[in-house]
């Protein structure tokens, strides 16, 4: 019987979750200054997808595909990639407080994207996510030699990984003062705190691929993750590769980190809050966690994207404003939690 119940609930499930992201993404392209009714979002896919005929006003249609859509799917993918980061650090450092965001991560990736866009650093070899995946290993691998020299365990990544995080801030800002024009300036600093206004279709093609090459290899290691639940020791102890488990996951949350910063900047709070909203969704097995974290953090990134252009007429918030504005408040709670742990 509970197996005929499982065989029926995956799929159902599976469905549920498509359901749900896809009426987040009409949502999406359909709300802002200028509403759009949600079956005419609908002819515009059916139109442009597969090949349909139904008469759409241009301009209408060309809000919603050029536009709104594109920048749903982006603001999407960016959002669950940042949760499944969140959730994976906080398994594999078994810290509450883990993230991409305080481990310095997004940090170092906007440092390395910022070096690339304003000091052309490495030739034109180096493209924008290029740089920002240089910069997020790079501001991770120093942060680990901190928290080891300062030899106090997990405890201490928390707290070098925030003065690797200030230290890479100052970086960009440096960069930013001595290297850029105003114009420069002003772009780089807006896209810092998280902007998907210039997001079109080609960037869609960095950020799904991304995304989905992380969640895949993210639930590869779901039993592992499990494992580091009682530490390394034990997780070694069951005979998992510790040593192997901790680089392909920390360049996993690395490389989607680095590509979501690349395209809409630096965000905080997703990889914090949502992880702990997951657990107290579905509990701590990971095989269930990650895929219902990554949803949740989809969601939400398309729910702040909407508010951000509705908020205040006429102005586009930065979507880092948004989500900190939810976040704190959303982690204080959370704070006073017991189901708010890794």
């Not at 969140?86 to 170092?108: E, H, K, W």
């Not at 420069?184 to 279709?201: K, P, V």
């Not at 508010?307 to 982690?331: D, E, H, K, N, Y």
Request: proline share 4%; net charge positive; aromatic share 8%.
């Amino acid at each position: 019987m509970n197996r005929t119940l499982t065989r029926y609930a995956v799929p159902g499930a599976a469905f549920a979750a498509l359901g749900i992201v896809v009426l987040a993404l009409m949502a999406g392209a359909a709300i802002g200054e200028t509403a759009i009714p949600f079956d005419v979002v609908a002819k515009t896919v059916a139109n442009r997808l597969f090949g349909a005929a139904y008469a759409l006003e241009p301009l209408d249609e060309g809000i919603v595909w050029s536009y709104r859509l594109s920048r749903a799917v982006v603001a999407a993918c960016c959002g669950a990639a940042l949760a499944l980061s969140g959730t994976v650090l906080q398994a594999l450092l078994r810290n509450p407080l883990a993230d991409p965001y305080i481990l310095g991560i997004s940090a170092g990736a906007s440092t390395g994207a910022v070096a690339v866009a304003i000091l052309g650093i490495g030739a034109g070899l180096f493209t924008l996510p290029a740089g920002a995946f240089v910069g997020a290993l790079v501001a991770f691998a120093l942060v680990t030699l901190l928290a080891a020299r300062a030899g106090r365990g997990n405890s201490a990544i928390i707290l070098a990984g925030i003065a690797g995080s200030q230290l890479f801030n100052a970086m960009t800002s440096f960069i930013v003062t001595k290297a850029a024009n105003a114009e420069q300036a002003r772009g780089i600093m807006f896209w810092l705190l998280g902007n998907l206004s210039g997001i079109r279709w080609p960037d869609v093609w960095l950020a799904l691929p991304a995304m989905l090459a992380g969640l895949g290899v993210c639930l590869w290691y779901a039993r592992a993750l499990d494992a580091f639940a009682f530490g390394a020791e034990s997780a070694a102890a069951l005979g998992i590769p510790v040593r192997r488990v901790y680089v392909v996951l920390i360049g996993t949350c690395a490389m989607m980190t680095a590509a979501m910063v690349s395209l809409v900047g630096s965000i905080g709070f997703i990889g914090l809050v949502i992880p702990h909203a997951a657990r107290m969704l579905v509990g701590v097995r990971h095989s269930l966690l990650l895929p219902v974290a990554a949803l949740v953090g989809a969601v939400f990134m398309i729910g702040a994207d909407i508010l951000s252009r509705i908020v205040v007429p006429g102005q586009v918030l930065p979507i880092g404003v948004i989500t900190a504005l939810f976040g704190a408040p959303a982690f204080a709670l959370l704070l006073g939690q017991k189901g708010a742990r890794p």
